[in-house]
């Protein structure tokens, strides 16, 4: 692995339903992030984590919800699906010790709630 | 609350033209970040502007900071087709580790 990586790819999900969004990063960063894409509205942040065991709530938090148990994996979980969150999803990483705390991002997932 | 807004949110240059791209935020930051976005793409980094007065170039692309203005600024000189995309600033918020984004400029480029 090299990077970011998300799973799945792209998923059709029907409303109600349970879905977790998988990232994973090597470059053991300590920071990750969940954004989500529309169109229009740009990168909204739905959730974050500084380190490993700690997560915080970005601009959009509502109906997500995150874990980080160890460094290098950050899943989001939608609880029960609603069709206004049909979006792109990137996670992002970064190391916030470093002057640049420069982010670097997953390919996305694209999710459609039916 | 901390908004970062970007204009034009659409351009439509053609080729061998300069512009500029604007990015207007809203309160005190650490650090501003330009990014690249292909269609259907990830989000690639452009700059990283860590100070003010800070100016970086790479290729046809200059980028700058005013912290005091709060203003960056991303120069395209001398357009051409593979600049063809959309264009993000966002903001690390002041002791934080938030990031806030610009809604995009979206660049299209004319042969």
């Known amino acids: 692995i090299a990077g970011i990586t998300q799973a799945p790819t792209s998923q059709i999900l029907a409303a109600g339903r349970r879905m977790t969004l998988r990232c994973t990063q090597d470059m053991r960063h300590n920071a990750m992030y969940w954004y989500r894409q529309d169109l229009g509205l740009g990168l909204r942040l739905i959730h974050y984590?500084?380190?490993?065991?700690?997560?915080g709530k970005g601009e959009v938090p509502d109906g997500y919800s995150v874990s980080r148990a160890n460094t290098d994996d950050f899943p989001l979980t939608l609880a029960s699906a609603v069709p206004s969150q049909t979006s792109v999803y990137f996670c992002?990483?970064?190391?916030?010790?470093?002057?640049?705390?420069?982010?670097?991002f997953g390919p996305g997932t694209r999710l459609t709630v039916l | 609350e901390l908004k970062v807004e970007q204009n034009p949110l659409f351009l439509s240059m053609q080729e061998e033209k300069n512009y500029t791209i604007y990015c207007n935020y809203s309160t005190t930051s650490d650090r501003l970040y330009w990014y690249r976005q292909d269609p259907g793409k990830s989000l690639e980094s452009l700059f990283v502007l860590l100070s003010n007065g800070a100016v970086k170039q790479e290729g046809r692309l200059m980028a700058s900071l005013d912290t005091k203005a709060r203003l960056s600024t991303l120069h395209i000189t001398a357009a051409v087709h593979d600049l063809s995309a959309t264009y993000f600033c966002a903001v690390l918020t002041s002791g934080t580790y938030k990031y806030i984004f610009g809604t995009g400029t979206r660049l299209k480029v004319l042969a």
């Open positions: 984590s500084n380190t490993a065991g700690t997560t």
């Open positions: 992002a990483s970064s190391q916030q010790v470093s002057s640049y705390n420069e982010q670097f």
